[in-house]
T-cell receptor, first 114, second 116 residues
């Protein structure tokens, strides 16, 4: 449960605010991921970082800006969000080994955009 | 291309009775398959994983799943449900497809309700 931590757990923000979500993994992994979980929809992959380099941007609007300063930390910077961006944002990490790697998830940040 | 279909959006069982959550997948490569569980206001927890070893996979909390290639299925079962099993369950497929990581595709989820 403590392998991947996310802060804050809950966030309420207005459309003009700027905020950041933080993810930290304590598992020695080298890949990190951001997912969006909206009601009634499957999990959507947003971004992937391998060895601190972004390798996937799944057509995410520019109002979401990720940052990966090192293999243990991942941020998601938010600005001028829309109400439809309200969702649970999940961070995950995995160890790249050339085959399919198990992803371990954090508890998520519940974001509400007013 | 890969996809996964969870055949039931809701499953309701009585405590002590068997659980069956159904999942069918589609993959262009030899897939890896996962089941994750999500309790309310929590992240996803890995239940079990199939990666081309034994077709019957045992996971945590008494859950197991059987990979059936001919049926493209990976159903999750448990012999006896417990109240604490009430949660949402996700079937996930991944094929490496030659990349250095496997992109995960999630099913829509099945909400399991357990009655006393």
């Amino acid at each position: 449960e403590t392998g991947v931590t996310q802060t804050p757990r809950h966030l309420v923000m207005g459309m003009t605010n700027k905020k950041s979500l933080k993810c930290e993994q304590h598992l020695g992994h080298n890949a990190m991921y951001w997912y969006k979980q909206s009601a009634k929809k499957p999990l959507e992959l947003m971004f992937v970082y391998n060895f601190k380099e972004q390798t996937e941007n799944n057509s995410v609007p520019s109002r979401f800006s990720p940052e990966c300063p090192n293999s243990s930390h991942l941020f998601l910077h938010l600005h001028t969000l829309q109400p439809e961006d309200s969702a649970l944002y999940l961070c995950a990490s995995s160890h790249l080994s050339g085959i399919t790697d198990t992803q371990y998830f954090g508890p998520g940040t519940r974001l509400t955009v007013l | 291309a890969q996809s996964v279909t969870q055949l039931d959006s809701h499953v309701s069982v009585s405590e002590g009775t068997p659980v069956l959550l159904r999942c069918n997948y589609s993959s262009s490569y030899s897939p890896s398959l996962f089941w994750y569980v999500q309790h309310p206001n929590k992240g996803l927890q890995l239940l079990l994983k199939y990666t081309s070893a034994a077709t019957l996979v045992k996971g945590i909390n008494g859950f197991e799943a059987e990979f059936k290639k001919s049926e493209t299925s990976f159903h999750l079962t448990k012999p006896s449900a417990h109240m604490s099993d009430a949660a949402e369950y996700f079937c996930v497929v991944s094929d490496a497809g030659g990349t250095s990581y496997g992109k995960l595709t999630f099913g829509q989820g099945t909400i399991l309700t357990v009655h006393p």
